[in-house]
Structure formats: structure tokens, C-alpha cells
């Protein structure tokens, strides 16, 4: 091109030269409009790249914008939807440009798009709505702008519109506001109170607090002084833990204070506040919790500890309390003094290593029975300590521990030094009566029996017959008596008398005593029983003269039969009854006038009596002798 230029500038001045100047005046000029031309031509070349490029630039922005975008013409054909919208629809560039919505959407969807761009197509104006979208991503909710699309004359051409998908925006706002009433309704709903306030004057108060503060409404409270519900004891503590809120990010640990009711009684509460902002400004809140409950459960409790750490301190017993193996884990000692080792230096020790062996293994032993059965009572040790010897007997409870803890056993130590040192000198003084008592029956048995040698002696001497039969009795009753002091005295017993085995002895002796040349067979009854002394001499000689009457009268002339006497129990009443009875001939027609005349029958009414009974007879045949009476103990 260069070339050429210079070629035909070449020619155009000699063609000057040959027609003079006037044509060279020709050739500059047309230079110079030659020049004119190509910066033109550059200028245009430079703005068709501007246009480019700015092009590319506006496809880039559309292209990779997260809104969707897209362009219509006035029929409502797409003339252009972005990557973003493309997908949010499903679709290609194929299927959507050149359609209008009546082809993409259903036909209610279509006509709803149609009718609100209609003000954009018709009146130019610029729309802003939501609207849902339903597409491969599920159900999305979107913010479009719609505003007319316009030539360089200004004329409406189409439209163009950009949607934002706000679905996750407005599920947080939609989160945000469930939060906030969930938040509102815990609040409202709250057991404990919270109320806020700024300058001492109170902004909000929750339900709870109007409770608590007895106020039967909002207005009533809101506009107060905090101080107005606080003791006057408590406000120097509230207004200094108040400014401690704005000098310090931390909130107030928990508080115990008292507020005040509208009744004007006081409660006590649990306090934390902590600094907020309400209504756009610093506030604080404070969250109360009634505690008048727990509050009189402790002071309850720690009324009960001091009484309890004064009965503790009033009990003269020692306290231990230990493991299984008998280590010491807790000591209450009422005096120190008593024993080898302060309470303190016994904690952590073991038993064996306080205790002498013969104490320290009688306490393990009761411990373990405790670990058994709960519970163990009465061993006993004896210490020689400081002070002396002393002796304690130890009770043992079982402490159930929750579980994973150590079992723990209470062991109750209590000094009976004085009591077994009495108890000695009793158990002594004892023996000593038992042996005097049984050197006592000893030597009135060898005394009766005596008495009875001489009344045998003058029965033998005795002609008339009379006097033999009242020597005869008479032998009987001191034989009756004898044999009760025989039986205290080979029993070992001082007070009480084994009824059965005294009567057996008795009737055994008195049947040999007083043969009647038959048979008679003797049968026995007898329930065991013990009474006291006065009780068993009665029976004895009430026995002695009934069994004595029945060998005289019942099996008179050589007759033979069966002799029963029966002492039972009777279960209705608890008495009992004493029965002598024979299957002889029976009392005489006149037993009656003989029972007031003889001294026999007389005596055994009299002995029934002393039984505290009464003789009931049956004159038979068989005759039966009753007697019930109740047992006496010493």
C-alpha cells in the first residue's frame, strides 16, 4: 500500500510540473484529505473495538452473574436469559430463546408473569416483586426487578428484568423471626423472673416477675425504681453490683439477696444480671429465681446440725466410724483425756493398731456381723488406759453407702467400767445369797426330815388309832414340805420352783410312803409350769392331802385302781387348773358334815384358797378335786 502511494504521488507530481502550479496546489490538498480519512477510519476502527469489548465485558457480567437475567422483546419472546437463569429453570439457550413464558411455565404461572409486566411494556414503569419459581432445584423464592428495555430513540422495545434468589435470606429472616418468638415465649413463659432496667427505672418485665414482685399487671411495674421492690438492707449491694455491669464486660455471679412484694412481705431470691442492649441502648438484665424454700430448708437444716452437734456433744459414748477393715475414718470422743490417742491422731489408723489384739479382734468380729446382718450388739472390750482399766461394750450399725462409695460402719463404744465393776459385786454378793439360800433349804430339809424321824417314832409308839392317823398325816405334810426344799436345793434354784418335777417327786414318796396293800397305779398330766415358792408349798400340801384322802377313802379295804392327777394350762383363760382324781368307791354320804368336822378337807380349802382358787369337789364315784388358780412369779 505504501508502495503504491508513493508510485501515485510520484505521477501526480510530474503531471504539477508539466501543468504548472496550480496543480500542485491540487495534489496537497488532496493529500491532506487523504490523511483526514485515516485517522477517521482509525478513530472508527478504535470505537467498533471499545464496542467490543465493552460487549464482552456486559456478556461476561451477565454470564457469571449469581442473579438471574434476561431480556424480552414486546411479544414477549426471550432475547436473552443468562447461565444463572438458564439453570434455574432447567432449560438450554435453544429451548428458551425465541419462546415467550406461555411455553416454559404453566398456563396460570404464564398469564400471572404476563400480567405484571404489563406496566413495564405499557407505562415504562420499573417493577420490583417475590415470586416462587419451581424448578430442578426445588422450590426457590426470588426478588425481581422488571423495567422497559428502550432504543436510541427512546421507545420501548422490550423488557429486560433481574431476579435475585433470596430462599436462603428469607429462611434465615423466617428462622430469625421463629427464634425470636421461641425466645419471646421462653421468656414469657419462664418459672424465673427477668426483668430489664436502665437508670433504675424498669423496661420490661417478664410474667414471672410480676409474680414474684405480687403486681397484678405490667403497667403497674414498668417505669419503677428497681430499688422501689428492694429492701433497704439489700440496695447498697444491688446499686454497687449495677455499676459493676458498665465498668466490667463480665455479668454478676449468682446473688442471694431478699426483694420486696407489693404486700409487703420479703422473699428471698437468687440473683445474675448481665448487660445488654434493649431498644438500641446499654440496659440490664437481671434474672431472679425465688429461693424463700430452699433458703428455710437450709436455715431448717442448719438448725437441725447444731441440734444435732448438741445431742452429739451431749452423748458420753464414744463414736467411731469405720471401713470393713476397720479403719478409723471418723472419731467422736467426749473427752480425750480417757483414752492414749487424741480423736485426730486416730483417723487413718486401723483398729489393730490402736487396740490391744484381744479388743481389736472382738471389734472386727462385731463389725463383720454388722456388714452381715446390719447390725450387732453387746460384744465387749476391756482397755487399760491412762486413766485405768475400763470396759466397753460396743454397738454396731451397718452405714449403706450409695453406690461406688466405701461401706462405712458406726460403731457406738460405751464405758461401762462402773456398771460391770457393780455388776461384779452383785454377781458376788449373789452367789453369795444362792449359796446361803441352799445351805438355808439344805439344812431346813435335813430339819424336817428330822421332825418327820420323830414322828415316825411316836406313830410306832402310839396304841390307839386315832393318834396313829394324825401322826400319819402329819408325817405327810413335813414330808411335803421337805421335799420342796430338796428340790430347791438339787435345782440350784432360789426363787422358782419347777412345778411338774416337784410334784413327782412329791406323789412318788407319798406312795411309797403310804401303802394301802393294792395296786393302785398312779397317772400323770402335768403341763410344765414355774411358780414361786408360797405357790409350789400350797400346791405340794393341797396335792399331799388330796392324794391322802383318796388312798385312805378311795381304795379303802384293799381295793386297787388308778390314781390321776393333771395340771393344764387352759387355753381360754391362761389359768390353770390342778385335778386329783381316783376310780375308788368315792366320798362317803357324809362327806359334807366330815369336810366341816375333819381338818383334811378343811386344810385343802384353806391351801386352794392360798393358790388363789377354789377347791371344786365331785364325790363321784369317781371323786375329782378341781382347783384353778394363776400362776405367780417372783
Known amino acids: 500500500m505504501a508502495v503504491m502511494e508513493g508510485l501515485h504521488l510520484t505521477s501526480l507530481l510530474a503531471g504539477a510540473?508539466?501543468?504548472?502550479?496550480?496543480?500542485?496546489?491540487?495534489?496537497?490538498?488532496?493529500?491532506?484529505?487523504?490523511?483526514?480519512?485515516?485517522?477517521?477510519?482509525?478513530?472508527?476502527?478504535?470505537?467498533?473495538?471499545?464496542?467490543?469489548?465493552?460487549?464482552?465485558?456486559?456478556?461476561?457480567?451477565i454470564g457469571n452473574s449469581s442473579d438471574a437475567i434476561f431480556a424480552k422483546d414486546l411479544e414477549g419472546r426471550y432475547l436473552l436469559m443468562n447461565r444463572h437463569a438458564l439453570q434455574v429453570l432447567g432449560k438450554t439457550e435453544a429451548q428458551v430463546l425465541g419462546q415467550t413464558d406461555a411455553a416454559l411455565y404453566p398456563a396460570e404461572v404464564a398469564q400471572r408473569v404476563r400480567d405484571n409486566e404489563m406496566p413495564v411494556l405499557h407505562q415504562g414503569e420499573t417493577v420490583q416483586f417475590e415470586h416462587t419459581v419451581r424448578g430442578p432445584q426445588g422450590t426457590r423464592v426470588f426478588l425481581a426487578v422488571k423495567a422497559p428495555l428502550r432504543d436510541a430513540g427512546d421507545r420501548i422495545v422490550g423488557m429486560f428484568g433481574i431476579s435475585r434468589d433470596v430462599t436462603e435470606r428469607q429462611q434465615m429472616d423466617q428462622a430469625l423471626r421463629e427464634s425470636e418468638a421461641r425466645y419471646r415465649s421462653m421468656i414469657e413463659q419462664a418459672p424465673d423472673a427477668i426483668v430489664v432496667h436502665r437508670?433504675?427505672?424498669?423496661?420490661?418485665?417478664?410474667?414471672a416477675a410480676l409474680r414474684m414482685a405480687g403486681v397484678a399487671s405490667a403497667e403497674l411495674a414498668l417505669g419503677r425504681r428497681v430499688l422501689d421492690f428492694t429492701p433497704v438492707e439489700s440496695r447498697d449491694e444491688i446499686g454497687r453490683l449495677t455499676r459493676e455491669l458498665f465498668t466490667s464486660r463480665d455479668g454478676w455471679e449468682v446473688v442471694e439477696v431478699q426483694i420486696g412484694r407489693a404486700d409487703g412481705s420479703v422473699i428471698d431470691v437468687a440473683v445474675r444480671g448481665a448487660r445488654v442492649d434493649f431498644d438500641g441502648a446499654p440496659a440490664v438484665q437481671i434474672t431472679m429465681r425465688d429461693i424463700s424454700g430452699r433458703k428455710r430448708a437450709q436455715r431448717a437444716l442448719l438448725a437441725s446440725e447444731a441440734q444435732l452437734r448438741a445431742t452429739l456433744h451431749a452423748i458420753p459414748d464414744w463414736l467411731f466410724e469405720t471401713d470393713a477393715q476397720g479403719r478409723y475414718l471418723a472419731?467422736?470422743?467426749?473427752?480425750?483425756?480417757?483414752?492414749?490417742?487424741?480423736?485426730?491422731?486416730?483417723?487413718?489408723?486401723?483398729?489393730?493398731?490402736?487396740?490391744?489384739?484381744?479388743?481389736?479382734?472382738?471389734?472386727?468380729?462385731?463389725?463383720?456381723?454388722?456388714?452381715?446382718?446390719?447390725?450387732?450388739?453387746?460384744?465387749?472390750?476391756?482397755?487399760?488406759?491412762?486413766?485405768?482399766?475400763?470396759?466397753?461394750?460396743?454397738?454396731?450399725?451397718?452405714?449403706?453407702?450409695?453406690?461406688?462409695?466405701?461401706?462405712?460402719?458406726?460403731?457406738?463404744?460405751?464405758?461401762?467400767?462402773?456398771?460391770?465393776?457393780?455388776?461384779?459385786?452383785?454377781?458376788?454378793?449373789?452367789?453369795?445369797?444362792?449359796?446361803?439360800?441352799?445351805?438355808?433349804?439344805?439344812?431346813?430339809?435335813?430339819?424336817?426330815?428330822?421332825?418327820?424321824?420323830?414322828?415316825?417314832?411316836?406313830?410306832?409308839?402310839?396304841?390307839?388309832?386315832?393318834?396313829?392317823?394324825?401322826?400319819?398325816?402329819?408325817?405327810?405334810?413335813?414330808?411335803?414340805?421337805?421335799?420342796?426344799?430338796?428340790?430347791?436345793?438339787?435345782?440350784?434354784?432360789?426363787?422358782?420352783?419347777?412345778?411338774?418335777?416337784?410334784?413327782?417327786?412329791?406323789?412318788?414318796?407319798?406312795?411309797?410312803?403310804?401303802?394301802?396293800?393294792?395296786?393302785?397305779?398312779?397317772?400323770l398330766a402335768l403341763d410344765p409350769v414355774q411358780v414361786d415358792m408360797d405357790q409350789a408349798t400350797a400346791c405340794g400340801l393341797l396335792v399331799n392331802e388330796l392324794v391322802g384322802n383318796s388312798l385312805q377313802h378311795g381304795f379303802a379295804g384293799q381295793r386297787g385302781g388308778t390314781l390321776q392327777v393333771a395340771l393344764t394350762r387352759q387355753a381360754d383363760t391362761g389359768r390353770f387348773q390342778l385335778q386329783v382324781s381316783d376310780d375308788g368307791i368315792g366320798l362317803p354320804p357324809d362327806w359334807e358334815v366330815r369336810r366341816q368336822q375333819g381338818l383334811g378337807l378343811q386344810l385343802a380349802c384353806d391351801l386352794a384358797g392360798q393358790l388363789g382358787g377354789e377347791l371344786h369337789i365331785d364325790p363321784g364315784p369317781p371323786a375329782c378335786f378341781r382347783v384353778q388358780f394363776e400362776r405367780v412369779l417372783p
Open 17 to 61: 510540473l508539466v501543468a504548472g502550479l496550480p496543480a500542485v496546489l491540487l495534489v496537497l490538498k488532496l493529500r491532506r484529505d487523504l490523511r483526514r480519512s485515516a485517522a477517521v477510519a482509525q478513530d472508527h476502527a478504535r470505537a467498533l473495538e471499545r464496542h467490543r469489548h465493552t460487549e464482552q465485558l456486559l456478556q461476561a457480567i
Open 199 to 207: 437508670s433504675g427505672r424498669i423496661l420490661y418485665a417478664n410474667p
Open 331 to 523: 472419731v467422736h470422743a467426749p473427752n480425750d483425756e480417757l483414752a492414749a490417742s487424741t480423736s485426730g491422731q486416730l483417723v487413718g489408723r486401723l483398729l489393730s493398731d490402736v487396740l490391744p489384739p484381744e479388743a481389736a479382734r472382738t471389734s472386727l468380729e462385731a463389725i463383720r456381723q454388722a456388714q452381715a446382718d446390719g447390725h450387732s450388739a453387746g460384744a465387749q472390750i476391756m482397755l487399760d488406759l491412762p486413766s485405768g482399766r475400763h470396759w466397753f461394750e460396743l454397738s454396731v450399725a451397718r452405714k449403706d453407702a450409695p453406690g461406688g462409695q466405701v461401706q462405712r460402719f458406726i460403731v457406738l463404744a460405751r464405758d461401762i467400767s462402773t456398771h460391770t465393776r457393780d455388776k461384779e459385786r452383785l454377781q458376788t454378793a449373789l452367789h453369795n445369797q444362792e449359796a446361803l439360800l441352799h445351805e438355808v433349804h439344805h439344812r431346813v430339809k435335813n430339819n424336817l426330815q428330822v421332825i418327820d424321824s420323830l414322828l415316825r417314832m411316836e406313830h410306832r409308839r402310839a396304841g390307839e388309832e386315832p393318834t396313829r392317823a394324825v401322826l400319819q398325816d402329819m408325817q405327810g405334810r413335813i414330808r411335803a414340805m421337805a421335799q420342796l426344799h430338796e428340790t430347791l436345793f438339787r435345782s440350784g434354784a432360789v426363787a422358782q420352783v419347777d412345778l411338774p418335777a416337784y410334784l413327782r417327786q412329791l406323789l412318788t414318796r407319798t406312795l411309797q410312803a403310804r401303802p394301802t396293800g393294792a395296786a393302785v397305779q398312779l397317772q
